[in-house]
């Protein structure tokens, strides 16, 4: 009876994903980066491909995308590297 609820525990341990205080606010502070990020590059691909005006001044917000872009890879780095610490 005892070995049939081990079992059980650990099907639901296998299933369920916590998350520990670093990750949530890597996770609270990173999230809205990266929407802002996809945003800010949907927003160029869609004006640029429909003003003539924008695909004239694309250089400050190709800069501003790049800018964006570093703490969007700096933070992917960190949960690769959260994730790959609990495989471990």
């Given amino acids: 009876m005892d070995k049939e609820k081990d079992k059980e525990k650990d099907k639901e341990d296998k299933s369920s994903a916590q998350l ?3 990750e949530l606010i890597i996770l609270v502070i990173f999230f809205p980066v990266v929407m802002v990020w996809l945003t800010l590059a949907s927003r160029i691909i869609w004006s640029a491909s429909s003003n003539a005006q924008t695909l004239d001044n694309i250089e400050g ?3 501003a995308l790049a800018v964006l872009t570093i703490p969007v890879s700096a933070g992917l780095g960190e949960l690769w590297k959260l994730g790959g610490n609990k495989d471990e």
């Fill in 20 to 22: 520990t205080g670093r």
């Fill in 61 to 63: 917000l190709l800069t």
